[in-house]
Every structure is written in structure tokens, then in C-alpha cells.
């Protein structure tokens, strides 16, 4: 009985040190990802050294008179804007978030033949 219970605590302290083993390694795994590497300035040559943070931009759509956005959707590396134009059907959008250029405008209209 006593080779037993003996049994019984190792393998529950071998539980135990495996799940903090695994939360150790889960830990280590998820702050790698956010941490930039370990390299010193003075190592880096005087072109590689990184950049000043930009300051936000802001763009403009330049929309018409009373339109509104009524659906946004990424694509790719691209956003989509669906803009509805009062009288004048709906438009497309099609913005470079990276520059914040607008790439393409599509004017869509009802009953156009394909």
C-alpha cells in the first residue's frame, strides 16, 4: 500500500511540474512574438537604424453631396468602401491603407447591361 501512495505523489507532482512547464513555454512563446530583436544601436550602420515612428495621417474620400458609407470590407491589402450616392447609384472605393491612397473608383448603376 505504502508503493502505492509513494506511486500515486510522484506521478501528481509530474502533473503538476508538466502543466507549469507548459504554461512556462506558452508564456515564452506569446512575449517572443511581441519582442523586438536584441541588437544594439551602435551595431547598427547609420542607414539601418530604425525610423521615427510616423505621425498619423488623414485622408480624405472626397465624397459627394449627402453620400454616405454604408458597408467597409478589407480585401487583400486593400480596403473596400461601398458609398451610397442619393440619385446617383452606389460607388466603390477601393483604398491602399499602407498609403492611404484612393486606387480605384467604381460607379455602379442599376439595370447596366454585364
Do not use: W
Not at 45 to 56: G, K, L, T, W
Not at 60 to 83: Q, Y
Not at 96 to 102: K, L, N, Q, S
Amino acid at each position: 500500500m505504502r508503493v502505492a501512495v509513494t506511486v500515486l505523489v510522484v506521478v501528481g507532482v509530474l502533473i503538476v511540474m508538466g502543466f507549469v512547464a507548459l504554461g512556462v513555454g506558452v508564456y515564452n512563446k506569446a512575449t517572443a512574438a511581441r519582442a523586438e530583436p536584441a541588437v544594439a544601436e551602435s551595431a547598427l550602420p547609420a542607414e539601418a537604424a530604425p525610423a521615427a515612428p510616423a505621425a498619423p495621417r488623414s485622408h480624405s474620400l472626397d465624397l459627394p453631396e449627402g453620400a454616405r458609407i454604408a458597408e467597409m470590407l478589407s480585401a487583400g491589402n486593400r480596403v473596400v468602401f461601398r458609398v451610397v450616392v442619393p440619385g446617383a447609384g452606389d460607388r466603390l472605393y477601393v483604398l491602399d491603407p499602407a498609403t492611404g491612397a484612393v486606387t480605384a473608383t467604381l460607379a455602379l448603376q442599376a439595370g447596366a447591361a454585364p
